[in-house]
């Protein structure tokens, strides 16, 4: 859904905190599975590889959402 361009009540909640200067990070491989990778770099999403993004974010005490 967070690559659907018919999902903007999807969209918004994931976009608003990118545009108030949060990080968002997405997993860099399923944005390559999707063919989405350039579209979430678009929106400044950040990508990582999930084995790199997920050790950083509990060592910073990180809030991570996954689904």
């Known amino acids: 859904m967070l690559a659907a361009p018919d999902q903007p009540a999807f969209k918004a909640?994931?976009?608003?905190?990118?545009?108030?200067g949060v990080r968002e990070t997405t997993g860099l491989g399923i944005a390559e599975q999707i063919g989405a990778e350039a579209a979430f770099r678009a929106r400044d999403l950040a990508l990582e590889p999930a084995a790199v993004a997920f050790p950083r974010f509990a060592a910073e005490g990180a809030t991570v959402i996954s689904f």
């Open 13 to 20: 909640p994931v976009d608003a905190p990118v545009r108030a």
